[in-house]
């Protein structure tokens, strides 16, 4: 039968619900057994042999499986747990009940004292094992123990040994034993589950000494009161403890709690231990007065309970002690932590306010001082003056050496700056490669010069890196004008800044109230492109483009014309600078390619004429410009030979070589599909020839200046220059364009010198769509002959 229970047992101890199943059936045995004890001492010994038995294996179990085996604690519990089972099956089950040899009981009741005491020195060791002060830990255990012994002795130890005149040396000392054991464990356990309260393990372990505690309780009533030993609250209260021990151990929160550290204090500790110092001694004092009279009171129990009171005073002032220790070390960290605090305000602060590379002013700290200086303007004097800073070509650099050498640079141009501050004066950088200059008190001439001085120091060639970088800077002044608020001054120099890059760099441009206006001026042009764009403001032209031999079309050239609703027309050389800078440009070169090509599909199937558009470098730098082009020629099926790519050699001056180069790699890939490349306003530049060798160029188009008319105090040198373009090009085998030609003079001149092309208001004028279908019914050259 044992060995059938233990193998249902194993079986039942596999799943993760082990410990339930264990638990419930174990305690509805435990619960049996005072019943089975009155039926049969054999079925008393045979509960008692299976129950302690199954807690020894689900111990085992609980251990393996929670991976309990490398702690001493654990592998103690194990081990009491076995000896209880040998001892009760062996001593007292075959010994003394079956065998009833003499020597038995004793050795039960040594078994028994192993037990728990193997029980108490794990309990002990897992309050050691927890995170924190030890002594801590072990100090509220004893306030707790002690605290409980005294009603303890008064009520059930003094009464025993009392009373026990008439047992036996071993059975009096085991009664006394077993209990005291008890008190130390109920301490131990309460001071860990003060702090874990919520592991389920430990709560499953402290119920199990909670009826260990009950169960010697009723045992001792029993001794007392002259009953036999062994009653129905005893014998469940031994039995149900082992089965708690049991699913304790199976519980899967066995293997990943941590016991945490015992708390400085707490309501609950706090009212616990107030709760055990005032009223420990109260209660003993009344069991004592209730004891009296009924002869059961001790002659010793005044000195045990004083003894106590005392142990208990002693406890309590060394955990206050270590309360009052770790109050000054708490104290001491709150000290540092606050004066690390305190450094690390000032260094937020400071970083904050300061520019991390160069250790300059940032925007803030600009804004604030500048704000001061305003402030502290005085009647009648100078008002501050603010220089904005921007490094020419500074871009180039990080591209060219990488950020580190441009962080390097930066730190070199912020040493000469500082070096020509004065005192009161603030020198911020305002980001990237752009700083600013606060001159308190400063008339515009001072502020100039001082602009004239930073524009010589930042002119002189920069070691960095075992190479030498030259630098150039330009500079908006803001000066002998009052300004209300730092941001207002900010914006009035930005404004000069942005006049002295478009003046050419390298320059220093003071704040006029112009720049203002024009500003404005251009925000408002901005927003109107935005509206003609969505509206559909924008109109196209187109301008003839005429064979002198034949009199006959041969192309023309798309103008864009923009004409707000309800406002006059603004002029292209107005609006489309404002386009490229805003990058509308690119949208805007988009409409205009979709609208060309939508145009000249019925010119070129009538007439074999093909159309020019005007192309600006930001469109070109586009990533996807080529697929758009030939996306658009597809939707409208127009021949890619039909259109004409106008560019100009200025959009190449403005870039890097790494954009030159992907910009002349999309013209290719367009030329190698049919699409052709006009060169615009050649001979104007300063580099034609050499594009001339790199471009991919069909047409060269040479600007009007070279067509000037005889009367032109140029008119011979201007003559030789396109008689020289018109041969280059002959032998190049480019068709070449005189832009501007407006005389029949300028037009015979041309034809005698060979010139193939022409353009101009000789032949017409810009036109809408609808007449240039009129155009190409004529022959336009003729007709003005």
């Known amino acids: 039968m044992s060995t059938a229970f233990f193998g249902v047992l194993a079986r039942l101890t596999r799943g993760p619900r082990s410990w339930a199943v264990y638990l419930l059936s174990g305690l509805a045995l435990a619960a049996a057994a005072p019943a089975l004890a009155t039926v049969s001492p054999v ?274 002032v060394l955990r206050l002690n270590i309360v009052a220790r770790l109050a000054e070390n708490h104290a001491a960290e709150l000290g540092v932590a606050l004066r690390q605090r305190e450094v690390l305000q000032r260094s937020l602060s400071y970083r904050a306010l300061h520019d991390p590379l160069t250790g300059l002013a940032n925007r803030t700290l600009l804004g604030q001082a500048m704000q001061h200086a305003i402030a502290d303007t005085a009647p009648g004097a100078e008002p501050p003056a603010l220089l904005l800073l921007d490094l020419d070509g500074f871009k180039d650099v990080n591209d060219s050496f990488g950020h580190p050498v441009g962080d390097e640079l930066l730190t070199h141009v912020t040493r000469r700056l500082t070096c020509l501050l004065a005192p009161g004066q603030t020198l911020a950088r305002l980001g990237g490669d752009e700083f600013a200059l606060v001159l308190p008190a400063t008339g515009r001439q001072d502020a100039l010069a001082v602009a004239e001085r930073i524009l010589t120091a930042l002119q002189a060639p920069y070691r960095l890196s075992s190479r030498e970088v030259y630098l150039t800077t330009s500079i908006g002044v803001l000066a002998g004008l009052p300004t209300a608020t730092p941001s207002e001054a900010l914006r009035d120099a930005d404004l000069a800044l942005y006049a002295a890059k478009n003046a050419g760099k390298n320059q220093i441009t003071a704040f006029d ?57 603004v002029p292209p050389d107005v609006f489309i600078p404002v386009a490229e800078e805003s990058g509308l440009i690119v949208p805007i070169g988009a409409w205009v390619l979709e609208q060309a090509c939508a145009d000249a599909r019925r010119w070129h199937e009538g007439h074999d004429i093909s159309v020019t558009v005007n192309i600006s470098g930001r469109q070109l730098r586009e990533p996807d410009f080529a697929e758009t082009v030939l996306d658009i020629l597809a939707r409208h099926d127009l021949p890619e030979r039909a259109l004409v790519l106008e560019i100009t050699e200025s959009m190449l001056l403005a870039t890097t070589p790494a954009e030159t180069a992907r910009i002349i790699a999309a013209l290719t890939t367009l030329r190698e599909h049919g699409v052709r490349v006009a060169l615009d306003d050649f001979g104007t530049g300063y580099s034609s020839l050499s594009y001339l060798r790199t471009l991919p160029v069909d047409i060269l188009k040479i600007d009007k200046s070279f067509a000037a008319p005889a009367g032109h105090a140029d008119h011979h040198q201007m003559r030789a220059f396109t008689k020289a373009i018109l041969e280059l090009s002959a032998s190049l085998r480019l068709d070449t364009i005189v832009e501007g030609v407006e005389s029949q003079e300028q037009a015979a001149l041309l034809q005698r010198m060979g010139c193939p092309l022409v353009q101009g208001y000789l032949f017409s004028p810009p036109a809408p769509a609808r007449q240039i279908d009129g155009l190409l019914t004529i022959t336009p050259w003729q007709d003005a002959a």
């Open 43 to 316: 079925l008393e010994v045979l509960s008692w042999v299976l129950l302690q038995g199954g807690t020894a294996v689900a111990v085992c179990v609980g251990i393996r499986r929670n991976g309990l085996a490398g702690l001493r604690p654990w592998r103690l519990i194990r081990t009491a747990s076995v000896l209880a089972w040998l001892t009760t099956t062996l001593t007292w089950g075959v010994g003394w009940i079956w065998l009833q040899l003499p020597g038995a009981m004793d050795l039960y009741r040594a078994g028994t004292v192993v037990t728990y005491t193997l029980s108490l020195i794990a309990l002990t060791l897992f309050s050691l094992r927890a995170e924190g002060s030890r002594g801590a830990g072990l100090l509220d255990a004893g306030i707790i123990t002690v605290g409980v012994a005294m009603p303890f002795w008064i009520f059930l130890l003094g009464p025993l040994i009392t009373a026990g005149s008439g047992r036996t040396g071993a059975d009096l000392a085991l009664a006394v034993a077993l209990p005291v054991i008890d008190l130390f464990a109920f301490g131990l356990l309460m001071r860990m589950s003060l702090d874990n309260g919520r592991a389920p393990w430990l709560g499953l372990l402290s119920l199990s000494y909670v009826l260990l505690s009950v169960g010697d309780g009723a045992f001792l009533l029993d001794q007392v009161a002259g009953r036999p030993s062994g009653g129905v609250v005893a014998t469940f209260g031994w039995l149900a403890c082992s089965v708690l021990l049991g699913a304790a151990v199976l519980h899967p929160s066995a293997g990943g709690e941590r016991l945490r550290a015992p708390a400085v204090s707490g309501r609950g500790r706090v009212v616990m231990f107030l709760a055990l110092a005032l009223l420990s001694p109260l209660v003993s004092g009344f069991g004592q007065m209730l004891l009296e009279p009924r002869g059961t009171k001790s002659s010793s129990d005044e000195m045990v309970i004083m003894v106590l009171t005392v142990v208990l005073a002693v406890l309590l």
């Open 513 to 569: 109230p112009a720049l203002r206006h024009a500003h404005l001026e251009r925000t408002r042009l901005l927003t109107g492109l935005r509206r003609a764009l969505a509206q559909g403001e924008f109109t196209l032209n187109y301008q003839p483009v005429v064979d002198l031999a034949s009199g006959d079309i041969r192309a023309v050239e798309a103008l864009l014309r923009w004409n707000p609703a309800g406002s006059r027309p």
